[in-house]
């Protein structure tokens, strides 16, 4: 499935490397982990971007629903996880941070998984 | 792309009326295709269920996991690591939570000095060109200080430090203004590799609940303690936080303490998180401190009333700035008599018994500063509910404030900048053709004030002090190194004689 692949591939690109400071290179979580840190996000945005911890969680949901045919949910969780993955990525190239291959990568597999998404939802209303 | 769901191919049958989905489209084979299929689809499912235990354990794991390091040499070593991969971020990860925070408006200081020309456009904090450190072998030794502080001393090592600078990020405007000066950097390339066991550096962590981190505020307070033979502080125990329910009730309140010479007011104002080491340590100075104020009381009677303070403050989260609009102030000073001073936002007005004057701000000198923000900016944070005083943000905020005001133009053209406030001399001493020169043996460098062409000032270029430096022209062309030692020593004690006046 589309949406699964896609949601997979977000999970394989959140382990790659994001951003470069200096000689450091950070996955996704550990950039996510330094933005709070360093309080460079805030309030509500903060708690949305630490959300982000979410995602292996959240694909292996989007898994299952896949493996029960649940359509809907397998949809849902997907376009979710295909667009925090669109939107940590784009926030990071546009940062200062030397965005690196993971960010590239991610938003491939968050754009795969929102097309998937919108595949699953589609094939879910063919049938109800 | 093969719709297969995660587990293989689905083995129920299409849903009556309905059209075939992808998944049914693979369910028509007998019945030991399905079985198979059956058995995928539960391998799928207990897949599925093992990755979504593993990735819970993950995501709470994260969501819970300290900022700080396990101890305090990995604090330190952490700090170290950073450095030597010049990585500003881990920089700053490494650092305790309430120092890491004051130093944010550094992005703002590169983002100013970049447009400027101060540093050249492709400046990054996360790599400084021209400069690399890299630390090997380091081996440390953790003394205890008190609960949750710790001095590390690194017992062991070596930094090498190389500087190419041709590679250093200086920006075009800097690069004029040294050309102005010849002092390019024209040195060459160097490598050098040091000892860190020889000089036994001490950096000092902290414990503060979240993992240990790195703290050079202790590790400067810590340092004078050892220089000034004090005994250990019992941390925890200094001067107590005090803030106030406002920021502008903060800065009120600094400005009675420092009015009443209220050391340990003024202390418990400033922010517990950015400046905890000056609360520990206080109590090994402040005690002095006080009988000094109140020998001085005794000695020299005043006394001062504020009598009107006008504050405002623009508040972003648990940031505020306040801004002094005006004041005024009266008392009593021996010698003085009775005064008042007032400000009203653009004016002083000075009035005592033996003088009265008035300074506005459009009588100072005009220069490049002149669009700078002239009204006095008080940065306050909130700790725990209540306002203190940030003395770094406030440092930040001011020199922020004077580089907001300036352009290239300025830079490039320090006779506006800087002559207004130091007589045109030194305006010359920044144009074009000024020359250095170089006394001989001693490698000394004086200026030789050449009149720029399009000079403001009449005749010879005047500069500051020039007549100090008459007697260099007295030299006779025999002069030895003892002679040219002399005359600088007759420089020296002119401009002396010509500050003091």
Redesign the interface.
């Known amino acids: 499935?589309?949406a699964?692949?896609g949601a997979l591939g977000v999970l394989v690109a959140s382990f790659l490397p994001w951003g470069?400071?200096?000689?450091?290179s950070?996955t996704s979580?550990e950039l996510v982990?330094?933005a709070g840190?360093?309080?460079v996000v805030?309030?509500a945005v903060a708690v949305g971007v630490?959300g982000w911890?979410?995602v292996?969680?959240l694909?292996?949901?989007t898994?299952?629903a896949?493996?029960?045919?649940r359509l809907l949910v397998t949809a849902t969780l997907s376009a979710l996880v295909g667009s925090a993955a669109v939107a940590l990525a784009v926030a990071v190239k546009a940062s200062?941070?030397?965005a690196e291959t993971g960010t590239s990568v991610a938003l491939v597999a968050g754009a795969t998984a929102l097309i998937g998404a919108a595949r699953s939802a589609w094939?879910h209303r063919?049938?109800s | 792309?093969t719709?297969?769901?995660?587990?293989g191919p689905?083995e129920?049958s299409p849903?009556e009326g309905?059209?075939p989905?992808?998944?049914v489209r693979w369910e028509t084979g007998g019945s030991g295709r399905g079985v198979g299929a059956s058995r995928s689809?539960l391998v799928?499912?207990g897949?599925?269920?093992v990755?979504?235990v593993?990735?819970?354990v993950?995501?709470v794991t994260?969501?819970s996991?300290a900022?700080g390091s396990a101890t305090a040499e990995a604090a330190v070593e952490r700090l170290f690591g950073?450095v030597?991969?010049?990585?500003?971020?881990?920089v700053?990860?490494a650092l305790a939570?309430g120092e890491?925070?004051a130093l944010?408006p550094v992005?703002d200081l590169a983002d100013e000095l970049r447009r400027l020309g101060i540093v050249s456009d492709d400046f990054?904090l996360?790599?400084v060109g021209g400069v690399d450190l890299q630390f090997d072998d380091l081996t440390f030794e953790t003394e205890e200080l008190g609960p949750g502080v710790a001095a590390v001393h690194i017992t062991g090592g070596t930094v090498t430090s190389s500087t190419d600078p041709q590679q250093l990020p200086i920006g075009p405007t800097l690069r004029k203004l040294l050309g102005h000066f010849d002092a390019e950097p024209d040195f060459e390339a160097t490598t050098t590799t040091e000892d860190l066991a020889a000089d036994a550096p001490m950096i000092v962590a902290l414990d503060e609940g979240d993992g240990w981190h790195a703290s050079w505020s202790y590790t400067v307070a810590e340092g004078m303690r050892r220089e000034a033979g004090e005994p250990v502080p019992a941390f925890g125990d200094g001067v107590e936080a005090a803030g106030a329910d406002s920021p502008e009730a903060a800065v009120r309140q600094a400005v009675e303490a420092a009015v009443d010479l209220d050391a340990r007011r003024l202390i418990g104002l400033v922010s517990p998180s950015e400046a905890a080491a000056l609360h520990d340590y206080a109590p090994l100075f402040l005690d002095d401190a006080e009988a000094a104020v109140a020998e001085l009381r005794a000695e020299v009677p005043y006394e001062v009333d504020v009598t009107h303070l006008d504050l405002s403050s623009e508040t972003d989260?648990d940031v505020a700035q306040v801004r002094l609009g005006g004041f005024e102030a009266s008392g009593t000073v021996p010698g003085l008599g009775r005064f008042s001073v007032s400000y009203d936002g653009d004016c002083f007005t000075f009035e005592a018994d033996v003088e009265a004057d008035t300074i506005c701000a459009g009588d100072l000198p005009q220069s490049g500063f002149g669009g700078a923000d002239t009204q006095m900016v008080v940065t306050t944070v909130r700790d725990d509910g209540q306002w203190y005083l940030s003395p770094t943000r406030t440092l930040f905020q001011q020199v922020l404030g004077a580089l907001r005001a300036l352009d290239r133009d300025d830079l490039e053209d320090p006779e506006s900048l800087f002559g207004p406030f130091f007589g045109p001399g030194l305006g010359s001493a920044f144009a074009e053709g000024g020359d250095f020169v170089e006394g001989p043996g001693n490698g000394t460098s004086l200026f030789e004030g050449t009149p720029a062409p399009d000079a403001a000032v009449p005749g010879d270029a005047e500069l500051l002090g020039e007549e100090c430096f008459g007697v260099f022209e007295d030299l006779p062309p025999t002069a030895g190194p003892e002679d040219y030692e002399r005359a600088e020593k007759e420089v020296d004690d002119c401009l002396d004689d010509l500050w003091d006046d």
Do not use: H, K, N
Request: proline residues 7%.
């Open positions: 499935m589309v699964v692949a470069r400071s200096g000689g450091a950070r979580y982990a330094a840190r360093l309080e805030s309030g630490r911890y979410l292996p969680f694909v292996a949901c898994w299952l896949a493996a029960r045919r200062p941070v030397g094939e063919r049938q | 792309m719709d297969t769901p995660p587990g689905q129920s849903v309905q059209s989905s992808p998944y689809r799928g499912m897949v599925g269920l990755a979504l593993g990735a819970g993950f995501s994260m969501l996991a900022s950073a030597g991969e010049e990585d500003v971020i881990g700053l990860e939570p890491r925070s944010r992005e990054d996360g790599a989260g």
